[in-house]
């Protein structure tokens, strides 16, 4: 049982990274334009 | 443009006069930034944004183009000089796209800013919930005595850290509602739940401290999570409308051009003061009351007064803020500031009747009302029972009541309405009806009397010619080669309702008066009936006309009508069928009024009547006790478009009146206004049934949890299957909408 004492912090340190992540997604704007996200990836990047 | 003072560029269509777009640059000189937010109109793909995004790229001064999808919004940065904004926006218009300047105001900020704390919120305790559940599936599938004390203290530890920074972080915005409506000696929704909130986390950190059986930690975390999605869904809702709401506001808080010792200048319309001198270009709206200083022409006063035929006005005439310079460019001097005008007036008119429109309390609030008092006594009663009664200890009793509070907390009542209404509201913004806020629809489903406005609500707002067929088809190519000319409203017709190849002549155009050409050696003139040389007949007023005279000829008169939409009719007769009474009221003249009443079958009318006249009707009809849904384009309409219980504006309506409205549809059909009412009505019964369920739900779960039986387990199945349910019945509206 002794390893739940590590595998828990250690689930929950895993679950905190995925939560800094939704933050600074939310911060920078990722969740502004959904639709226009959605119809970007259609655009072809033109060749350099 | 012969006959015209000013040689400024007549044309309102098309590309961005030069200098509109300056007021609206926001400029970083230390940074040698500038911004400028551009609202565009006409995308509609990806394509779309590429083309407008990389054209502007191609310029080396724009550090930043993007646009945004789902507001419509362009965002430039660029460095230099503050006038190449003109350019970039003059690119984006030859690309066939329709560019506004806007003013991003700080109000609307704030409204994004909301939406993002509660996603941050929704988020956290989504990820709490997710966590949590770590601990619980073992708490709740093992017993104490095989997992062992010091295990299950320890579990419970974990739980609490988790539970007690995400109920603090993200039960903010229900903390803060009720404290607002406590401190106003209110009651709302968000005082029970703030109450079961604070009650359940503090009820297991006693119970974690002692080493008690029960903690609750993932309860009200789930409850958070439930709650906030309620919470988020319901923003959604109005601030996708809201937003389109207030493009129209930046657009009516315009620039006008003003001519300063020869110059034209841009200014924005706030900025306008009395003696200064704007020049109006043909097709654009006067941006304030004023006195014509020269030039001739027509002015459309249909979006304030109601009236269709365009008043001709000359130096010295008066001119009213919100009206269309119709036929060519005039001056105008200024004679009151934008805020003083007829507009200002009307304003004022309309905030008097926004407070009255505060009263209305959403049904969820209604509930909450009595809700909160039957739950909380409950709770109390059954802590009193346990302990006086059942002769419990009192902590094992205020732990029974506690968990009363927490199947009783009104999570599937906070989803019941909501839910609904975000799914009502966006399956009506996809058929171009936007309505701003879901309790707009409960109010909606309520009504029981619709007021009518006449020009461009029952009607299409612009002429079409209605005696086509009596006029020969050489007169009619003459006439629409003429009418080619100019953008008179009763020359689009003309030429609209014109089929066929153009004639190539030189065509004059007189302001005032009409068009001149010479054909064949014979003079040809389209225009006015004094002018073309035939008496005034005033029989024929209720239409509006232009007169083809050839020299030598008798003269042919092309008769107008400002058509009623082509399904005005059917809805009058749906509406009716429905049990709602419909009134038409106007500005216009009584004859045209009651021709329209009568083609539509609409017994009450009423015609030549004053904003002020019809704001009196509106109170008449809410001293009887009715529900009234105004429906109205125009700035008359506008008080009571914001007094009535509810209001539609169709989206050719001024920004003004859209403004006021609460639903906006786009389109040539008047049936939005039915689809409207029907899915009201249908989501309200709805949100009912949701009310229903929960009621029985809390039939069956309030006994068992007085009685004692609720654990942690219970608890967190009964919330999760009460919450689906309301959910899964709300779904129904998709089949049915």
New interface residues.
Partial sequence: MSVLLFMIPLALFLGLIGLAAFIWSIKSGQYSDLEGAARRILIDEDPE | MAGATLSVQPDSDGPVKTGTVIPFIRRDAAADKNELYLSVEGVH???C??KIE?ALLKFPEVMQAR?????RRLHLAWSGAEDMADRFARTVSDLGYRVTPFDPDAAMRRD?GHT?FL??CL??AG?AA??IM??SFALWTTSAATM?PA?RD?LHL?SAL?AVPTVVFSGRPFFLSAWKALSARRTNMDVPISVGLILTTGMSCFELLNHGEHVYFDSVVMLTFFLLIGRYLDDLARSSARRAAGDLIAMMAGAASVVESGKIKSVLIRDLREGMTASIAMGERIPADGVVESGASEIDCSLVTGETIPQPVGPGDPVYGGTINMAAPILVKIRKQAEDSLLGEIIRLMEKAEQGQARYVRIADRAAKLYTPVVHALALLAFLGWVFVGGMAWQPALMVAVTVLIITCPCALALAVPVVQVLAVSRLMRRGIMVKGGDVLERLAGVDTVIFDKTGTLTLGHPALVNGNAIAPGEMQLAASLAARSRHPLSRALTQAYKGDFLDIDVREIPGAGLESVVQGRRVRLGSRGWCGLADDSALRDMMEIVLAVEGETPVIFLFRDLPRSDAADVVRGLERRGIKVMLLSGDRSGIVENIARDLGIAQWQGQITPDGKYKILEGLHAGGHKVLMVGDGLNDAPVLAGADVSISPSSAIGMAQNAAQIVFTGDDLAPVMTAIDTARFSQKLVRQNFIMTILYNLIAVPVAVAGFVTPLVAAVAMSLSSLCVTVNAFRLRRRV
């Fill in positions: 793909c990806a394509g944004i590429h990389s646009l945004n999808f789902s507001t994004d993002r996603l941050l988020g956290v990820f997710g966590n770590l601990m062992g295990m320890f974990v988790i």
